[in-house]
């Protein structure tokens, strides 16, 4: 049973438009949210999270919202750029799980010219 | 060097071979993991070292034993291996409980068993 799921695969946006990247969790004890964000050959690197007592978390270009009655989160990237093209994953936690993430699938995103 | 480095980068290795994947962290986190990721699949947790004990195993097949000697190394050691087994493994550390930046991760290991 997945936890977390990301549904699109992968997500092509022109430069300069906003990227939107969806994450869906199943499991109500979640408290904590996570985006990573990897490119080939190299391992995730953080890129911004959110505790659940926020609906929203600001930093820079990223922005990633909780809507935690529909147990959402998303991602927004604006104004996308080239650099962005890598694959996120979306992870959560739960207080008291020896700090253990649980991840989705990954999206792809691919920033165009 | 700083934060999380895993030796080797790539490996191949036979169904019938032994080796070891390492991992170390120079970041003073005291909790490290190994995770799997296979394509098309979630990251899925393989193991927690929390202050150098194992605090879970997920279910791993015994063929895949981890050891982690003290705070900043930790080591998957590989026999038997089947070629299911093939996927980029990937060490993680943090600093327990989980602060805002979650884990720190190294480049993984991309391991073919033939």
């Known amino acids: 049973d997945q936890q977390v799921k990301q549904n699109s695969p992968s997500l092509s946006v022109q430069e300069g438009r906003i990227s939107i990247l969806n994450c869906d969790y199943t499991?109500?004890?979640?408290?904590?949210f996570l985006w990573y964000k990897k490119y080939p050959a190299e391992g995730p690197t953080f890129l911004i999270s959110?505790?659940?007592?926020?609906d929203k978390n600001e930093d820079g270009r990223f922005t990633v919202f909780l809507n935690k009655s529909a147990k959402h989160l998303s991602l927004h990237i604006v104004p996308s750029q080239p650099g962005d093209s890598a694959v996120y994953f979306c992870?959560?936690?739960?207080?008291?799980?020896?700090?253990?993430?649980?991840f989705g699938t990954g999206t792809r995103l691919q920033v165009t010219l | 060097e700083t934060g999380v480095t895993q030796t080797p980068r790539h490996l191949v290795m036979g169904m019938t071979n032994k080796k070891s994947l390492k991992c170390e962290q120079h970041?003073?986190?005291?909790?490290m993991y190994w995770y799997k990721q296979s394509a098309k699949k979630p990251l899925e947790l393989m193991f927690v070292?929390?202050?150098?004990?194992?605090?879970e195993n997920n279910s791993v097949p015994s063929r895949f034993s981890p050891e982690c000697p003290n705070s900043s190394h930790l080591f998957l050691h590989l026999h038997t291996l089947q070629p299911e087994d093939s996927a980029l493994y990937l060490c993680?550390?943090?600093?327990?409980?989980?602060?805002?930046?979650?884990?720190?991760f190294g480049s993984g290991t991309r391991l073919t068993v033939v």
């Open positions: 993680a550390s943090s600093q327990a409980p989980q602060g805002n930046y979650g884990y720190t």
């Open positions: 499991n109500s004890m979640f408290d904590y």
């Open positions: 959110i505790s659940s007592i926020k």
């Open positions: 992870a959560a936690s739960a207080t008291g799980t020896a700090s253990k993430l649980t």
């Open positions: 970041l003073g986190h005291n909790a």
């Open positions: 070292y929390s202050l150098e004990e194992r605090v």
